[in-house]
DNA sequence: AAGCATGTTCCATAATATGGAACCGCATTC
DNA sequence: GAATGCGGTTCCATATTATGGAACATGCTT
């Protein structure tokens, strides 16, 4: 009826109906009762219950205490056995290609682990001249862009004492780097400017995940040539689709007007 | 057809045979082709199609590069958005349950959380005298067997250093815990009496996850009188149940044959 | 070119899902 | 303590929907 696609679809209405119920469940991510489900998915109250019924029966969803609905143990077991972080990567690569599109530069999406910050996926820019690919090499936090948000959001801690110096305009006092931090906070994007090397300018801004805290950072990098000048439109830029993606990350609430 | 379970079903196989084909995908966690999954279930090859392809219309499957499926967006989204240890305490509370019906004592499960050991979750004694509720309770690692077994998988680093006097049965000096802890790696368990509190006696086993690695450990405490003696044989349980959730952990690599 | 393995599409058939209505159990309310 | 409303399940005649055998594509390999 509703088909809102433009998909045939056919032959399949059952399932269809109960993926419907299915990702309504796990999107919400919040319990959803039996009438809840039953408004939002707008089917007829037996065939729901039937459906509820058979999902519950093979483990796709599952009851807890109040009778409402939440995903069932085929997903706990997909979870424990997946790094989230491995997940995230999946996620967040059609908001990279966006950005890559948006900016032609070298995207990277870089993750806290202990002390240290990790680049765990990268899309390239279609110019020659381009970063390498860096995904798991790990580079001082203090002079990327994209470390320097995760110590912003407090996610990595801020060392102390003297930073390696790594060019000329690196910021290696702590003091100098907590004022350039609190700057890109009220920004919103952090940047570096030939501060890892010369040349080599990157611009970032924070991924917060699905408690509201920040789990990542977006961020390009490119030659300061190709870069100056519009470095606030691509901080703008990352701003905006990181954000996207936090929004795809978040549990969503249920909209208050809950019985 | 092969109803192997005793529930009548009705008005829902095309929705029982959709999750069939789903639970194998998440279960092999391998990407699995479609001929896989056709010989895997039995379903008629047309069935099969129509279904898959209506599952990855809804994003419950996907279908990688070579064509064969793998769990989809659904499942990522699920994932970024839950603690691991959140779905461990999940999958592991019927071990939990086993093991209290087996042993009778308070059990509990405990995960390393950065230099220390948390217990995640608690299964209560039926005796009136047993262990208070102490998850989220940080207790000292090295004389507790849930964090003896983590010290002994290297989960948790060693200290260096004299360690916490506790009472006088606690082994603190690192040496001496390094035999201890030498001791339960032969074993298979570990132990602690009376060296946390006096009278309080503890056995644990090692819990691992999907990469093989040790995650987690299993154990119970209860009064050292109700447990002196049977020391071994609560030990040998527990390496049984521990391994029971390991399996479940595991991703079952598929079964050689592959095309 | 032929053979084979992997997947998809077709379509007549009837088995299957459908959904309106009746029903159940349980709180609230009067 | 009857009555009303709410959340959810069960029934069952109906026809819509899924079914599956066979034919058809689409690469590979021989």
């Known amino acids: 009826m509703s088909n809102t696609g433009k998909e045939p679809a056919t032959g399949t209405q059952a399932l269809d109906r109960a993926a419907t119920l299915i990702r309504t469940v796990v999107q919400a991510d919040e319990p959803l009762s039996f009438v809840d489900l039953f408004e939002e998915c707008g089917l007829p ?3 729901t219950s039937r459906l509820l019924t058979a999902l519950e029966r093979t483990e796709l969803l599952e009851r807890n205490g109040d009778g409402s609905y939440v995903a069932g143990p085929l997903f706990w077991l997909y979870a424990t056995r997946h790094d989230p972080w491995e997940e995230l990567v999946r996620l967040a690569r059609p908001t990279m290609e966006k950005v890559g599109k948006d900016t032609l530069e ?3 999406l870089a ?5 240290r910050v990790v680049q765990v996926a990268q899309v390239d820019t279609p110019y020659m001249l381009g970063t390498r690919d860096w995904t798991e090499v790990e580079v001082p936090a203090h002079c990327s862009a994209l470390g320097k948000i ?3 959001h407090a996610v990595l801690e801020l ?3 003297r930073l390696d110096q790594l060019t000329e305009h690196t910021v290696a006092d702590v003091d100098d780097l907590r004022r350039d931090l609190d700057r890109g906070r009220r920004r919103g994007y952090a940047t570096t400017v030939d501060e890892l090397e010369i040349g080599l300018t990157g611009v970032a801004a924070a991924v917060r995940g699905a408690d509201g805290t920040v789990i990542a950072s977006l961020g390009i990098s490119g030659p300061s040539q190709r870069l100056q000048g519009r470095l606030d439109l691509v901080g703008h830029t990352l701003i905006d689709r990181a954000d996207q993606l936090s929004v795809l990350l978040r549990r969503r609430t249920r909209k ?4």
Do not use: W
């Open 111 to 115: 993750v806290p682990r202990g002390d």
């Open 106 to 108: 070298t995207v990277n």
């Open 150 to 152: 995760l110590y912003t």
């Open 45 to 47: 109250k037996s065939t």
């Open 159 to 161: 060392p102390t004492g």
């Open 256 to 259: 208050e007007g809950a019985a």
